[in-house]
């Protein structure tokens, strides 16, 4: 059985912080690319962030020099550590593993930022 659970999010102050974490079980990480995606409502889905299982990083242009993806392997869990954050930022965050064909999505985590 794989899992993924997302935590991290909460309310923010625009400029403020997150570390979102996806902590995943019944796989192992290490031969997935890790993937980070947000949806607000009325929105579609979009790239936030990747991490192959190689460590290559990327980013979407909206978030590139603010989000930092990250993994650890042996904690079967991917990171998104969220900086200066903005309230277009406002989405429900969510982590994805890939793998060939294999494809699995976690259940989501909200981050609003607003003051």
């Known amino acids: 059985q794989v899992q993924l659970v997302e935590s991290g999010g909460g309310l923010v102050q625009p400029g403020g912080s997150l570390r979102l974490s996806c902590a995943a079980s019944?796989?192992?990480?290490?031969?997935?690319?890790v993937g980070w995606y947000r949806q607000a409502p009325g929105k579609q889905r979009e790239l936030v962030a990747t991490?192959?299982?190689?460590?290559?990083?990327n980013y979407a242009e909206s978030v590139k020099g603010r989000f930092t993806i990250s993994r650890d392997n042996a904690k079967k869990t991917g990171y998104l550590r969220m900086d200066s954050l903005k309230p277009e930022d406002t989405a429900t965050y969510y982590c994805?593993?890939?793998?060939?064909?294999?494809?699995?999505w976690g259940q989501g985590t909200q981050v609003t930022v607003s003051s």
């Open positions: 994805r593993l890939t793998r060939g064909t294999q494809d699995y």
């Open positions: 019944g796989i192992i990480l290490s031969i997935y690319e």
């Open positions: 991490i192959t299982r190689g460590g290559d990083t």
